[in-house]
């Protein structure tokens, strides 16, 4: 029994360290410690081994993980919740010491689950919370399976300047827009590679469909894409290469421009459209693909504000007449399918075989 309950505690360690948890120095070799921070919350992850040679002080446990919840408080944080792991063979006393439900107003709430490792199970107290940010799914699937697969995202620079390349060229466009007679003019939109269905599908001119990426319709306009490539741009280059970059960037640009071309062919009228919108909504999807793989936020920008970003700017995009919607959700679904096997690539496994990126 305790070799079993040794190989699970190993895998339960391998399992947060590849969650990219934070391992805080303990000095036992039988405790590992792991802290996550998350939705204006620290998730401490405690996790014993334990043995019928190995006796657990209760009280003198619970005070240490006070005192430690304690030191994550001062970090500006709304609560610290301790999620106690026990694994191995414990006295049936600690089980019944943490069947008791938390107080989950307080600022520390502490919740403790037990490893079955006879019957490869995870054993959650009657009383206790039954479910934290999904974990209790990835450890049932990794008990029954002995193996899970996770995505090794990290950041591979601080920054590759890929982000900031864009933008000027977006600038220098604009600027050359102006010397020339002025961005607001459909005239010089055209000369510089805006979209116009009706002249496009007389010309044949679909470069048009890239070039549109990069022309500007006023300052504004201008201002708010570049704003918007900022924020998202500037995190996701750190944790991809400069080559995949361009490639999301350009790639979803263009599918944003088909969706635009698309939706104007069908039903017109033939404006003109440009922008670089379509490509920012894709990095935006890129972004929401990396950091849901990655289970934690970019930068201070995880999942949920991705998406509170991406519906609000589609309702502003239906209630706004001058603002491309179908350019907006192209870009999104575009991002998301070129990042989504890019993310793929980087896949591992926690237990099983040795881990390879396959």
Request: neutral net charge.
């Amino acid at each position: 029994m305790s070799e079993e309950s040794l190989k699970d505690y190993q895998l339960l360690k391998d399992y947060f360290e590849a969650k990219n948890y934070q391992q805080i120095a303990t000095d036992s070799k039988e405790h590992a410690l792991y802290s996550l921070y998350q939705k204006s919350s620290y998730y401490i992850v405690s996790i014993l081994h334990g043995t019928k040679a190995n006796k657990l002080d209760i009280n003198r446990y619970a005070f240490y993980m006070q005192n430690l919840s304690s030191q994550f408080q001062q970090f500006h944080t709304d609560r610290v919740i301790i999620l106690n792991l026990f694994v191995g063979e414990w006295e049936p006393q600690i089980y019944a010491y943490y069947n008791k439900m938390p107080n989950i107003e307080a600022t520390t709430i502490e919740v403790a689950w037990f490893i079955d490792s006879l019957q490869r199970k995870l054993v959650i107290p009657e009383h206790q919370l039954n479910s934290i940010m999904g974990i209790e799914k990835d450890l049932r699937i990794l008990l029954k399976e002995k193996k899970q697969n996770y995505y090794a995202i990290e950041k591979e620079t601080e920054a590759h300047y890929t982000t900031l390349a864009i933008g000027i060229i977006n600038v220098i466009v604009w600027i050359f827009m102006e010397i020339n007679g002025g961005s607001t003019d459909p005239n010089v939109l055209m000369r510089f590679g805006a979209i116009q269905v009706d002249f496009i599908v007389r010309t044949q001119q679909y470069w048009r469909l890239l070039s549109a990426m990069f022309v500007h319709i006023g300052i504004m306009h201008l201002f708010f894409n570049m704003f918007g490539l900022y924020i998202f741009g500037s995190r996701l280059e750190k944790y991809i290469s400069a080559k995949q970059f361009l490639m999301i960037y350009l790639g979803a640009g263009i599918v944003g421009s088909i969706f635009s071309f698309a939706y104007h062919y069908f039903t017109g009228p033939y404006i003109i459209a440009a922008g670089a919108s379509g490509a920012i909504y894709g990095i935006i999807g890129a972004a929401l693909v990396l950091s849901r793989a990655m289970n934690k936020s970019m930068d201070g920008i995880n999942h949920y504000i991705i998406w509170l970003f991406f519906i609000y700017g589609i309702v502003y995009s239906v209630i706004s007449p001058n603002v491309d919607l179908y350019a907006h959700v192209g870009g999104f679904i575009g991002g998301i399918c070129i990042s989504v096997p890019i993310v793929r690539r980087r896949r591992k496994e926690i237990g099983g075989s040795k881990d390879e990126t396959r």
